[in-house]
């Protein structure tokens, strides 16, 4: 089995290589020119902009499956860029199908990468969401990872091509970047357990609930629709059992070595907080047996362990 991952330079990334690895793929992953994938695996530079190239790619690897990753993947930042957003996520994931229906080699898969926040502004009572429930984005980011869908689905019904898409919702572990907020949460532990930030937390809505998933277990789903999903049709990925951000604080603190006290900051409350976001995750079961496995409490603690070993060697995610 040869698998090309398509972003493979982000925090899903380096877990789908890892993933794949030792089940035994052969792995190739692409990166932008100014991004590294320390990983073992064969590494490509690619951007999804330039159709030749990922053309190109697929002449040179050949892949069984392509899992594609890459996109602009913040929120934030899709208010702010908007066209590159739509440019990366629509445009790019165009390139890659585009790419993969003209490729010489007819029998590659595609695992096409979507959100649970493509579900966005939710009907009263709609959790748990099934795939079927319509989807009604709240912002740029899930805006185009649905559009991507659509398309993605066209490209199944109009050139019978061998798609999986799935909605992937909160996913989380060691190595994330710190605007997410189990990261965020240990990374405030363990500054403080360091004694460079006072010990005093600063959360947001504690109240909302949503849904986590170790990235793990994730990549472990990803890799299991490839074998197993069936093409044309959408899989959430989740745990299936909503929590609330006071749980996540509650576990975090409860792993700290040092007395901590909590601050509400009104910059990191939102306005449009939906209290409930819950998937059903039945049909991902159904088709490929994949359920969560790995604890919440497991999560909070690797990835505080994590933060504890980057701050002592006094590295920062940036570098
Ligand atoms: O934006 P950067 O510099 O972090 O690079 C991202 C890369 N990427 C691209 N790759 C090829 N051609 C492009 N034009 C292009 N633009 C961005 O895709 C990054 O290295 C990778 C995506 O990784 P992350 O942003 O870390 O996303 P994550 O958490 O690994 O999520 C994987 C997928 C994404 O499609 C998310 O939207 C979805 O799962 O939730």
Known sequence: MKALIIGGAGFVGAYLIRELSSAGAEVHATCLPFEKITEKCGVHTLDIMNIEDISALLGEVQPDVVYHLAAQSSVAVSWKKPQLTAQINVVGSIN???????????????IMIGTGEEYGFIRDGACPLSEDEPLNPGNIYAATKSCQEMISRIYVRAYKMDIVMVRAFNHSG???SDIFVISDFCKQIAEIE???????????????????????DVVRAYRLLADKGVAGKVYNIGRGRAVDIQFILDTALSFSEKSITVKQDPARMRASDIPLIEPDVSRIFEDTGWRAEISMEKTIRDTLDW??????????LAE
């Not at 993969?100 to 898969?109: H, P, S, Y």
């Not at 004694?195 to 849904?211: C, F, T, Y």
């Open 96 to 110: 890659v199908l585009e790419a993969v229906r003209n490729a010489e080699k007819k029998d590659i898969r595609v």
């Open 174 to 176: 060691p190595e994330q």
């Open 194 to 216: 360091k004694g460079i930030k006072e010990p005093e937390m600063s959360v947001g809505n504690l109240s909302a609930k949503r849904d986590f998933t170790d990235v793990r």
């Open 307 to 316: 933060w504890r070993i980057r701050l002592r060697n006094g590295t920062s």
